[in-house]
Nanobody
């Protein structure tokens, strides 16, 4: 059974960068679509980036487009989220998630995921 573990969160100043990692065990990620959602206190979970399992197509929310990059390292069975020019509104718990499908609605459909990691906290503050 696929299990996901996120690492890399922390405290960063506005304008700074972080790299989040999503390491998988129990199954290869090769055929899974993997994405990142985030949740700020008092807000709904928001999809920010996704990479398709076979085509490697990527998609981003408008709020992070141009600043975040999602990538996959197949030998390491890991997906990364590189976050640059971080803003205070990027603060939240970041979750890695996996699904067997991919489509234009993926980032708006957290209920359609097959498995989730426990999350890693990102705080952007002075």
């Amino acid at each position: 059974q696929l299990q996901l573990v996120e690492t890399g969160g922390g405290l960063v100043h506005p304008g700074g960068s972080l790299r989040l990692s999503c390491a998988a065990s129990g199954s290869t990620l090769d055929y899974w679509t993997i994405g990142w959602f985030r949740q700020a206190p008092g807000k709904e979970r928001e999809g920010v980036a996704v990479i398709a399992g076979s085509s490697e197509s990527t998609s981003y929310s408008d709020s992070v487009k141009g600043r975040f990059t999602i990538s996959r390292d197949r030998p390491m069975n890991t997906v990364y989220l590189d976050m640059n020019n971080l803003k205070p509104e990027d603060t939240g718990v970041y979750y890695c998630t996996a699904a067997r499908w991919y489509g234009t609605s993926w980032l708006r459909n957290p209920d359609g995921m097959d498995t989730w990691g426990k999350g890693t906290l990102v705080t952007v503050s002075d």
